[in-house]
């Protein structure tokens, strides 16, 4: 996998890649997500034929990156993100989230000096009560048996990544479950994934986003949720969505948490690709 590991303090380094010129525009995974996951969306190809400078990077806890000890918080996590903007110069930047990347990049706006051009947040604005219950689970699970079992992080993976109509397609289950079972360790070590969960539900517990941060977002926003999404379901993102001064609700129906990546038709990654494009002509 080529890319740069960038030291970003503390002997921590974080793996990020860069491609395309023009605009920057960083992505931000989800918990646990490599970055290579993206290039199931489309998004960067699209991002870099349109002109745009596209940012990469494995969170702290993700393979090849380092895995401090735990717990971790989102906003270390957002500084993480923002020594690679560092690292490649950027001075201002476009933020694309998916899932918990939603919450990296709201801390950004509190932890990075450059210049925010507009954000996007997909499947990641306001979690729910089943969230916070599967992130308690792990982290019980973690303190007794130093891990999440496999068997149990495959099953919550196809509970929440497909949708309800995905679910009852038994030969569509099986394919995903070779898939998600198959793959290799997304996690540079067990720290990795204890502190991920533990930055998550802390950041939940805490009642974030509050209104107060929401309000403050003074940038052009796009918030995509999905329909069937039990992790982030659309009342509440939609809701939350209302108190950003400056932005534009989509919904996407028919998908669960993974559709940014299990829509066939790409229609998150549409829709991100149109608002980056807007943003260019505003200027």
């Known amino acids: 996998m080529s890319g ?4 970003v303090g503390d002997g921590l380094e974080i793996w990020a890649s860069r491609a ?5 525009v960083l992505l931000s ?6 970055p290579g996951t993206w290039a ?10 349109a002109g745009y400078q596209v940012i990469t990077y494995a969170a702290r806890g993700v393979a090849p990156s380092s895995a401090p000890p735990a717990p971790y918080s989102v906003h270390e996590m957002a500084a993480d993100a923002a020594a690679v903007l560092d690292h490649y110069g950027v001075e201002e930047a476009i933020l694309v989230g998916y899932s918990m990347g939603c919450y990296i990049s709201q801390a950004l706006f509190d932890v990075w000096g450059g210049s925010i051009r507009g954000l996007a947040m997909i499947a990641g604005l306001r979690s729910s009560v089943i969230g916070e219950i599967v992130n308690q689970m792990e982290l019980d699970l973690i303190e007794r048996l130093g891990s999440v079992p496999a068997s149990v992080s495959l099953f919550e993976q196809l509970m929440t990544t497909l949708s309800p109509s995905a679910l009852r397609d038994n030969a569509q289950v099986a394919v995903w479950r070779d898939l998600m079972g198959g793959s290799a360790d997304v996690w540079t070590s067990g720290a990795g994934q204890h502190g ?11 009642g974030e ?5 929401l309000s403050g977002i003074g940038c052009p926003t796009l918030v995509v949720g999905f329909g069937d999404d039990v992790f982030f379901p659309a009342a509440g993102s939609r809701e939350a969505a209302s108190h950003i001064p400056n932005s534009d609700w989509i919904l996407i129906e028919g998908e669960g948490h993974g559709g940014m990546m299990l829509d066939a038709q790409h229609r998150a990654t549409s829709h991100v690709a149109e608002f ?8």
């Open 40 to 49: 199931f969306t489309g998004l960067p190809d699209r991002l870099v034929d």
């Open 4 to 7: 740069d590991l960038i030291q």
């Open 20 to 24: 395309g010129d023009g605009p920057a």
């Open 209 to 213: 986003p509050t209104v107060e941060r």
């Open 29 to 34: 995974a989800g918990l646990g997500m490599p």
């Open 196 to 206: 991920q969960t533990a930055a998550s539900y802390a950041w939940m517990s805490a």
């Open 276 to 283: 980056c494009a807007s943003l260019a002509t505003d200027r």
